[in-house]
């Protein structure tokens, strides 16, 4: 089963008489439970290929499809229910609401989407045990470590069981030890629940990790055999 398929994509920005083709012809596909790492140099595209699977730009050519769905196929409000039910973020920076503690961060999602508040809240309690905060629930984003922060940010992405986690360069504010803690919990989890996920990032030894890497560049996307770092 696939849960994210971009085919033929391309994206042209274009300002006045500037054109960029920032992303030419990438294909790629994500099966359910696969986690795979789009690395490439800055500027090569990552952030927007996310944005375009994530529905939050528009392409220029192609086509992205989210658990069977062809999203060209759909109402604006069609496409965001889909997002909301099929799709989790997690940001380089954790995007916590600062006047809220962990518990109340990660119930959110659930919340907006009227789940009832004791399920929200044991679910929430689930997760951000299974990410080492049992003992952090009731502080503030402000009271915890920068990995603490993005073990939250995990937490919250997930606690909708989203089909497919979209991460953009989502360990990229941490130091090595703290990226490589977050990489690996994201594993567990996926070996746990069976979320796939996406993850950007620059960093090759980080996506090694991951059971496919893929190299965004010149506007195409190219497998990667030698995983070597
Ligand atoms: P990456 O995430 O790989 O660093 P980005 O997707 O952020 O790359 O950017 C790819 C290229 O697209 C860059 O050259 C960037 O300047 C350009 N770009 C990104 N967003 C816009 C925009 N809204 N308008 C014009 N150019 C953009
Ligand atoms: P906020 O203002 O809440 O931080 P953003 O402006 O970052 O939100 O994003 C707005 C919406 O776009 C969010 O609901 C999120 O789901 C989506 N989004 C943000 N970043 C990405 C991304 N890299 N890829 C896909 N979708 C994204």
Redesign the pocket.
Known sequence: KIVVAARHVAKTYKEGTLRADVLEDVTFEVRRGETLAIVGASGAGK?TL??I????DTLTRGEVEIDGHLMSTLSDAQRGHL?NRSLG?I?QFH?LLPEFTALENVCMPLLVRDTPIDEARERASYLLDRVGLAQRMEHKPGELSGGERQRCAVARALVTKPACI?G?EPTGNLDEHNAAQVYDLMLELNREIGTSFVLVTHDRRLAARMDRVLELSGGRMHALTNQAA
Do not use: I, K, N, Q
């Open positions: 952030s996310l944005h699977v994530g529905g939050l997002r973020f940001y995007h979209l953009d």
